[in-house]
């Protein structure tokens, strides 16, 4: 019969049609390490889960204080994450439009001080980058004293009242000296022939010179071609009042600052080869101060 | 139509879309540890890490599923030298990555087993247990060793085989399932063995032993030309090399990153853009390591430079703006670092001391 006919050419259409059409690319989570991994997957779809990291902190009492320090970046009030960058967006205090491509740069011998001015310092330094806000890779386990993506704690905070943070921005000259592996592995090194140790930051993107791109790379370091080498900038926040039961501190990094005083920074004199560049190396450590300020602290209790 | 031919109709069309990609339905399980059943486990196998890696890097990574063994180790080189993981037969990975090259071939793209021809060079292998990027291939789209094995077995264009198929081949193979067997406790041949094998095989070829490692450990001295190059290496006035391609204290020789180093104004090959689908990582390739360049030629992701002489030309006078273009790449604006030829002997000199002889010769890294 004509009806049992098309009836059988249409089911048979649609079972052969849905078998091809739902069977393209299969997606699902590529990574061998994680969770799910999917071993006849051939397109990645960000679906990884990965095992939580384990915690080297056997020894971590729950009643000593923990302060966790945040770092969010703008610049002039125009949030900066690595999804803006690229963009044209930023102009600085010298009318000089510019884009983001990569910021990172490393923080050292944070210190806590109460307000009786006592002080504690706290072992650690931490890499921050931008382009890794929660660091992906899974396969670091997070040493005691290493900040995670841009976040650093602070462990074991005695009781106490207080009053000012403070941090270096780079290495000061002893901590220059060390051998850090996992900063080598990074290529973070700074050349030997400008004092050796390591970048204190690589800051880089895109201007407009006369309407054509160009690029700069603002690189920090030691300021070896001149006489005053040590380079690194010692910040000291106040304003706040916290004490150690689990507080957030959110820090307000303003990446205009870079750019504007004591020296107001023209792009067109000083985008590349500043390494060398000891009035560059010096405007930059003059510029940095103000970078860094609190924004708001949260305390649990 | 009579009732029941009715429901046979509505029965067939239900299965045929409820079985059409039951494949994608299904939850993904999480592939088991295998544990021996019997009572010879395999035995564990640690890497020798050389001196100057001990000195200035972090531990080489090992996925925690996936430990080194003697048997594993001793299976991935079976496999990695085998043609039978190809679909007729008569390639394996060693076709393209040969060991006497620093695992790689001297082709500027290598022909698969149908006589078709890639379009990306074949990347050398060694010290990957130190890329802790754990990114592979030059866009960085597989995930790791073992991801990075699945990919050539089952492309068209290289040994064009199927995974079910390389499988069962290795299934019927008179001793392949004892060494199966030996390495993780399972005669049963799967891929995710077959490219874990692979992987620890691959995790042991480590490259410290050249001339400038034993010069940075006290052993030898540099000429004075392989001193002025590696000088002009480090400085940002010279040859501006070391953001990208490391230092005495990255003795990599790579960052391991993605970069677009100036090759070409306009891209025919988005590079790592071709996989995050973002415009701004168009053009940007993975940096390889600097060592053992005498034997890895061509160079560069398509293979476009013959010679070093080539690569130090480009770099020196032919590097092109783009979109994209690195800022690490400081002089680009004048097309490059416009070294002298005096420069670029001594800068090719250092590069040459970076050559590890022993590397191609080590008998545990040839064929069976």
Known sequence: MKTTKTLLILSATIAISSFFTSCSTEKGCTDPLAINFDKDAEKDDGSCIYPAPTNNDQNHDHANGHVTLVFNHHFDGLPVTSSTFNDFRYVTANNDTISITKLKYLLSGFKLFKTNGDSIKFHGYSLFDIANPIPTDPHHRLKHDEGSGLTFPLHDVEKGAYAYLGFTFGFDSTDNLGNYSDLNVKNWNWPAGLGGGYHFMQFEGQYKNNGNDSTFAYHHGTAFNGPDKINHIPIKLTGVAFNEDNAVVNIDVNLADWFRSPYLWDLNTYHNMLMPNYTAQKMMQANGHNVFSINSVIQRR | ?368
């Open chain 2, 1 to 368: 139509m009579t009732t029941t031919n009715k429901l046979t109709f509505v029965i067939l069309i239900a299965l045929a879309v409820f079985y059409s990609c039951s494949k994608d339905k299904d939850p993904v399980t999480p592939t088991p540890i295998s544990t021996p059943p019997n009572n010879t486990s395999p035995t564990p196998y640690t890497l020798n890490i050389p001196t100057i890696f001990a000195q200035t890097l972090p531990a080489p990574f090992n996925p925690p599923n996936n430990p080194l063994t003697v048997e594993g180790i001793e299976l991935g080189r079976h496999l990695f030298y085998d043609p039978i993981l190809s679909g007729d037969g008569t390639q394996s990975c060693a076709t393209c990555h040969a060991p006497t090259l620093a695992f790689t071939d001297t082709n500027q793209f290598s022909t698969g087993i149908d006589g078709l021809k890639g379009n990306r060079n074949s990347m050398p292998i060694f010290n990957a247990a130190w890329n802790f990027n754990n990114k592979f291939f030059w866009d960085g789209r597989a995930l790791g060793l073992e991801g990075q094995a699945f990919g050539p077995v089952r492309n068209p264009i290289e040994m064009h085989n199927t995974w079910p198929n390389a499988v069962s081949s290795l299934q019927n193979h008179p001793t392949y399932p004892n060494m199966f067997n030996a390495a993780f406790g399972t005669p049963t041949v799967d891929s995710v063995l077959v490219v874990r094998a692979i992987s620890q095989f691959e995790r042991t070829l480590i490259s410290a032993n050249s001339k400038f490692d034993r010069y940075l450990l006290g052993m030898e001295a540099l000429t004075p030309q392989e001193a002025s190059g590696f000088n002009l290496f480090m400085d940002q006035q010279g040859g501006d090399c070391f953001h990208c391609h490391g230092s005495a204290g990255n003795p990599l020789w790579t960052d391991n990153d993605f970069h677009n180093n100036g090759l070409d104004a306009t891209f025919t090959d988005l590079g790592l853009g071709g996989v995050t689908g973002n415009p701004a990582d168009n053009g940007k390739f993975k940096t390889p390591s600097l060592r053992n360049l005498i034997f890895t030629a061509p160079y560069m992701h398509d293979g476009r430079f013959q010679t070093i002489d080539e690569v130090l030309d480009f770099y020196s006078t032919g590097v092109q703006m783009s979109s994209t273009i690195d800022p690490m790449m400081e002089h680009a604006a004048n097309g490059g670092v416009q070294l002298t030829a005096q420069e670029k002997a001594n800068l090719k000199a250092f590069l040459l001391s970076l050559t590890d002889n022993s590397f191609i010769t080590n008998p545990n890294f040839q064929a069976p």
